[in-house]
């Protein structure tokens, strides 16, 4: 078997995409099999540290941009640093990720200030079918890595069984309270602002206010089982 390699990858993002850098972490540990060592960078403030995280830039074997409405901005304000950088990126190792915004909204400037765009793969988010996103990002992050032979196939490879089991919540703060879904005897309440994990949540059914367990998921997901006797 060949050396296991845990691939290092970076994911940058701006101030309105910070709630998606923690989203796809969290179904990036649901779907992937094998460890990623995922380090995260705020755009707003690469000026602090630039030639440090320039140097580093070799080090890491794919990277990930969150593109936003703050981002496309962002590059304006530090349009040389932002070429300089993604000049150090290999475009083959680099994903595009519209999450806050359209293709459209990438004007030729911005195409300008990210080197090697149109050879970057592009993924755009989408509401209507979060699984298939979900599934469209990591096929593309694995193919990304296994191209670049950072790890044994085998082991490189998600599974179908782990596509076929997926359920993934979709953003949960562009939701709102009152969308509840449920998945087999499982319930799952997505709030629109976050709670703590310690706080007391309580939910009771039926005439006789039976209390059930809330389990937490995240700061903005909740979910219960339903008892036998209630489940239609």
Same mark, same amino acid.
């Given at each position: 078997?060949?050396?296991?390699?845990?691939?290092?990858?970076?994911? =940058?993002?701006?101030?309105?995409?910070?709630?998606?850098?923690?989203? =796809?972490?969290?179904?990036?540990?649901?779907?992937?099999?094998?460890?990623? +060592?995922?380090? @995260?960078?705020?755009?707003?403030?690469?000026?602090?540290?630039?030639?440090?995280?320039?140097?580093? %830039?070799?080090?890491? &074997?794919?990277?990930?941009?969150? $593109? /936003?409405?703050?981002?496309?901005?962002?590059?304006?304000? $530090?349009?040389?640093? %932002? #070429?300089?950088?993604?000049? *150090? %990126?290999?475009?083959?190792? *680099?994903?595009?990720?519209?999450? &806050?915004?359209?293709?459209?909204?990438?004007?030729?400037?911005?195409?300008?200030?990210? #080197?090697?765009?149109?050879?970057? @793969?592009?993924?755009?988010?989408?509401?209507?079918?979060?699984?298939?996103? %979900?599934?469209?990002?990591?096929?593309?992050?694995?193919?990304?890595?296994?191209? !670049?032979?950072?790890?044994?196939?085998?082991?490189?490879?998600?599974?179908?069984?782990? #596509?076929?089991?997926?359920?993934?919540?979709?953003?949960?703060?562009?939701?709102?309270?009152?969308?509840?879904?449920?998945?087999?005897?499982?319930?799952?309440? =997505?709030?629109? /602002?976050?709670?703590?994990?310690?706080?007391?949540? @309580?939910?009771?059914?039926?005439?006789? +206010?039976?209390? $059930?367990?809330? !389990?937490?998921?995240?700061?903005?997901? $909740?979910?219960?089982?339903?008892?036998?006797?209630? @489940?239609?």
């Amino acid at each position: 078997m060949l050396s296991f390699i845990v691939p290092e990858i970076i994911v =940058l993002f701006a101030a309105d995409g910070h709630k998606w850098d923690r989203y =796809l972490s969290e179904e990036f540990a649901q779907m992937i099999e094998f460890p990623l +060592n995922i380090h @995260h960078k705020h755009v707003e403030h690469m000026d602090e540290d630039f030639e440090e995280f320039l140097q580093s %830039m070799p080090k890491f &074997n794919a990277f990930i941009l969150l $593109l /936003s409405r703050d981002f496309l901005n962002t590059m304006y304000v $530090l349009s040389e640093k %932002m #070429y300089s950088l993604t000049k *150090c %990126m290999n475009p083959s190792k *680099c994903l595009l990720m519209f999450c &806050n915004c359209l293709e459209s909204d990438v004007n030729d400037i911005h195409k300008s200030l990210l #080197y090697g765009y149109r050879r970057c @793969h592009r993924v755009v988010a989408t509401h209507n079918d979060v699984k298939q996103f %979900m599934i469209n990002t990591v096929k593309c992050l694995s193919n990304i890595l296994e191209f !670049h032979k950072y790890k044994d196939n085998r082991m490189l490879k998600v599974s179908t069984k782990k #596509y076929n089991n997926f359920i993934s919540i979709a953003p949960q703060f562009e939701l709102s309270t009152d969308i509840i879904y449920e998945t087999k005897d499982r319930i799952y309440i =997505l709030l629109d /602002s976050a709670i703590s994990e310690t706080q007391r949540i @309580h939910v009771s059914i039926g005439v006789t +206010n039976d209390i $059930l367990i809330v !389990h937490y998921k995240n700061p903005f997901t $909740l979910y219960f089982t339903i008892p036998v006797p209630w @489940h239609s």
